[in-house]
């Protein structure tokens, strides 16, 4: 379609959903064949509900209304909900005018509960607004109390009217803060229904567990009778009757009780018809361990949809194929159902991995290091359960308390981001991103597009969501040491002391590379420091070598007790004056009621524990060199500072016309249908229409024409299509004063050019030069940059990015991180720049990238921060034809858009 043409009204997709019960609904468009499914419906539904919805008791009005949505083509909407085999419910809008429409809904009384009227209206509204739909209106009975709660708990925002015992609410279908939220709350109840088949079963099965071991299945089956599980274990093996002393069947079919977890480990070509005798059986979770899908290419995509397929129709939730398997350490449940040699102890860090060597890399290190683990999921292929599902399992899990992830990909990234925001205000979340090379960089045709690459993307997101984004598997563990330990760092302020002066260098150097503070000590804790002992006692404090576990003990209680820290790093080398027990019960006593966080270095000795135990529990990390504490401890002082900040909001704008917006786009489509780069003209048009104050620029063909456009001082650029870089060719003259100036400058660049048109220009006020641009990426949505701008731009690569949607904060941390910040808030007695007017300036970018889907790239380069105001001078805009973008925050399960 073209970008000019009104969307389909009846959506063409359908969509996998979880009811509130963790089963698995399909809500699609309504078909011509579904009449006699949608008339069976309509003789389950109760008297009282065929009432509450006609306002009378008539099955053939319910008959009538249901031939009218499967069988006109009106312009109306209909969704129907599939439960099982049956159709059960049906949702639907009439468009009233423009912008507004009629909703109903019909749901059969037996799935009453199951959230499915809120699915259908979640998903009504989503098809609505895309359609340009903004108010949905219904006209329901003050006593249909079930529609009424259904519709005053979905989070939407609403008017309600009472009259003549009708009630008239109309919804508006945007999605607000409120309404994410409430969906996110019902997704996460759904999601851990689901998931408790999978996390937490009592019946196992090992489907293909094999005599010998070696193989994936027997060992696999190994370590859920090592690691004695609580529930009961099966084998499933034609040719044996017991495998690893657990009894076998030969078919799941032939278990004598129900299952809640089959693990399959067959070849690639069985697995079909395995799962689809799990779903026969009642199987609620399955694990597919084997290869040989997605990652083969398209022979194995197609057998991989096919396996989705099955899944789906007996709402069975998977994980993998092509995976290590999952661990759910908790003491009532004690399933390892991997075919890895470690065995995880419990603990606070939730680990999901993409790739199965990772998966085992983090459960070693996180063992070798004494950190537990509360649950593992190895999500190899993702053709089901996803890191958005594991998330939202894992934020109201209480025995996690860190949640870790390795991706490769993202299935759906502003989901995840939105989701991260929510969980990161109670739970880290720390992300170690496999892929980072520049191979993907774009090639694009504008400073912002060829500055944007796959991980510009990806630190964006990121940034904006409160995640921690972990170089190494290594860093993601040992952050998690010290995140799953309270309480969070309060601020930037760090105690170094010990009786290692080196080490204690080393980490203040690390400390001040990591932006920690180091504050001198006050004289008084100064001089209580040298009672002690402390032979340095500024900070870092030096104890001096033969520092005894006692004066340890005692420096820390003065530092504790000073409130001159946030933090406190230890340093201690083991030597004859104290072995490392002593040192450890010191640190523990002085430790035990610290309000701050530890993190100890300790050397000098092969039997240091990783951990040192204190009386309330906790467990303080130990790491083996001070660079790595000190980085551990500055990721904390991260998330603690995103953490206390407050979230921001999406400012709303004034003087904004986004009905001339989409006028410009749909003239310019007209004449371009194919979409390509904007003339001046058109583009400062469409950026007024943001309300972005815009340097005037007029187009000659000729030297006369020029000089008839100029009121001096004027810039004049060449106008030559294709010219990114002007500057580059001598494609520009500023600060021209009069016609012979200008005419000069007019050969110069007309003969540079080889082109006879030119811009010709008033001088912008005199300011920094800053570059604002957005860039669409097909799975992460507009990226908005700001950086330096001008000739510099790409040799100083100051940039800064950030998705939608931008908060007040969002902006101003983008301005604030710019290295030429100091710039413009007035370096060394200049006039500060109208900062206020360039965050102005990014949320109209913003929000004209929202409100123009068609909007591929934007570059204001220069835009001219100045005291009096923020102006875009050069501007460079790429329109290209674009479908409807997917509702990436509908609560659909992976494999539909997802």
Request: proline share 6%; charged share 20%.
């Amino acid at each position: 379609m073209t970008a000019i043409e009104q969307p389909d009204a009846r959506p063409r997709a359908g969509w996998d959903v979880l009811a509130a019960d963790g089963s698995v609904v399909r809500i699609r468009p309504v078909r011509e064949d579904d009449e006699p499914a949608l008339e069976a419906m309509n003789q389950r539904v109760s008297d009282e509900s065929i009432y509450l919805r006609f306002f009378g008791i008539s099955r053939h009005m319910a008959d009538e209304y249901t031939h009218h949505l499967a069988a006109d083509h009106g312009d109306h909407v209909a969704l129907v909900a599939e439960y099982g085999d049956d159709v059960v419910g049906i949702a639907s809008y009439e468009t009233l005018r423009a912008g507004e429409a009629e909703m109903a809904f019909l749901l059969q009384d037996s799935v009453h509960g199951r959230g499915i009227g809120t699915l259908l209206l979640e998903q009504l509204a989503a098809t609505a607004r895309e359609n340009g739909i903004e108010r949905l209106r219904a006209d329901t009975l003050g006593e249909n109390g079930k529609m009424l709660r259904v519709l005053a708990d979905s989070g939407f925002e609403q008017v309600r009217k009472l009259d003549s015992g009708v009630v008239e609410l109309v919804l508006d279908t945007a999605y607000h803060p409120l309404t994410l939220e409430k969906m996110a709350d019902r997704e996460r109840a759904a999601e851990n229904r689901s998931l408790r088949r999978l996390f937490s079963p009592r019946t196992v099965a090992v489907i293909g567990a094999g005599r010998r071991p070696g193989g994936i299945g027997h060992e696999l089956l190994h370590n859920i009778v090592r690691g004695r599980f609580t529930g009961s274990v099966y084998a499933v093996n034609p040719h044996v009757g017991e495998v690893a002393e657990v009894p076998a069947y030969p078919s799941i079919s032939a278990v004598p009780s129900t299952v809640d977890l089959a693990v399959i480990a067959v070849p690639a070509e069985q697995v079909l018809d395995v799962l689809a005798e799990c779903g026969k059986c009642g199987v609620g979770g399955a694990v597919v361990l084997t290869s040989g899908f997605s990652e083969l290419g398209t022979s194995g995509r197609e057998l991989q949809r096919e396996l989705l397929e099955i899944a789906r129709r007996h709402s069975i939730r998977l994980i993998g194929p092509n995976c290590l398997g999952l661990v759910n350490t908790a003491p009532e449940v004690r399933l390892n159902a991997t075919f890895a040699e470690v065995s995880p102890m419990p603990g606070a860090l939730a680990i999901a991995a993409q790739s199965g060597a990772v998966g085992i890399a983090v459960l070693e290190h996180a063992g070798r290091t004494g950190l537990g683990i509360s649950e593992f999921v190895s999500l190899g292929n993702k053709v089901d359960v996803s890191g958005n599902d594991v998330l939202l399992h894992w934020w109201g899990d209480p025995r996690t308390a860190v949640i870790g992830l390795y991706l490769e990909s993202f299935g759906n990234p502003r989901k995840f981001g939105g989701l991260a925001r929510m969980i990161g205000r109670t739970k880290p979340i720390l992300v170690v991103k496999g892929g980072r090379s520049i191979g993907g960089r774009r090639a694009g045709a504008s400073h912002t597009a060829a500055a944007a690459t796959p991980e510009t993307a990806v630190d964006a997101l990121l940034a904006q969501s409160g995640v921690l984004r972990m170089d190494t598997v290594e860093e993601l563990v040992e952050t998690a040491r010290v995140l799953a330990v309270p309480p969070l760092p309060r601020g930037r302020r760090v105690a170094v002391v010990g009786n290692a002066g080196g080490a204690g260098i080393l980490a203040a150097d690390a400390a001040a590379r990591l932006g920690l503070e180091l504050p001198e000590l006050s004289a008084d804790v100064q001089e209580q420091l040298a009672a002690v002992g402390a032979v340095g006692t500024a900070n870092p404090v030096d104890l001096g070598a033969a520092a005894s576990p006692s004066s340890l003990q005692e420096a820390l209680r003065v530092l504790l007790a000073s409130s001159e820290v946030d933090s406190m790093v230890v340093n201690y080398a083991v030597t004859r004056a104290g072995n490392v027990d002593e040192i450890y019960d010191a640190i523990a006593a002085a430790g035990d009621a610290a309000g701050l966080p530890i993190v100890v270095n300790c050397v000098g000795s092969r039997h240091a524990a990783p951990e040192i135990a204190l009386p309330d529990g906790r467990r303080l990390p130990v790491f083996p060199f001070p660079e790595s504490a000190v980085r551990a401890l500055a990721q904390a002082v991260r998330y603690a500072e995103w953490r206390a900040r407050p979230q921001g909001v999406v400012p709303v704008l004034a003087q904004v016309d986004a009905a001339g917006a989409r006028g410009v786009v749909q003239r310019f489509f007209r004449e371009s249908p194919e979409g390509r780069w904007l003339d001046p003209r058109q583009a400062s048009q469409l950026l007024r229409c943001a309300g972005v104050s815009v340097i005037p620029v007029v187009t000659a063909a000729s030297q006369a024409e020029a000089i008839a456009a100029a009121g001096y001082p004027v810039a004049v650029k060449t106008a030559a299509p294709g010219v990114l870089h002007k500057t580059d060719i001598g494609g520009v003259r500023v600060g021209l004063a009069n016609a012979v100036q200008l005419g000069k400058a007019y050969e110069e660049i007309t003969s540079a050019a080889g082109d006879p048109r030119v811009l010709v220009q008033a001088m912008a006020p005199k300011g920094t030069e800053l570059a604002i641009g957005v860039v669409r990426d097909r799975l992460f949505g507009p990226l908005v940059m700001a950086g330096s701008g001008g000739v510099l731009t790409d040799v100083l690569a100051d940039r800064q990015w950030r998705g939608l949607p931008l908060t007040d904060l969002d902006a101003l941390d983008m301005l604030h991180s710019l290295r030429c910040a100091p710039v413009l808030a007035g370096y060394r007695g200049a006039q500060a720049a109208d900062q206020d007017a360039v965050l102005s300036v990014i949320h109209r970018i913003a929000w004209l990238a929202n409100v123009v889907p068609e909007l591929a790239e934007l570059d204001i380069n220069p835009l001219m921060a100045a005291p009096s105001g923020a102006f875009a001078v050069d501007v460079r805009i790429r329109l290209t034809p674009t479908p409807p973008e997917p509702d990436w925050y509908g609560r659909h399960l992976r494999g539909d858009d997802s």
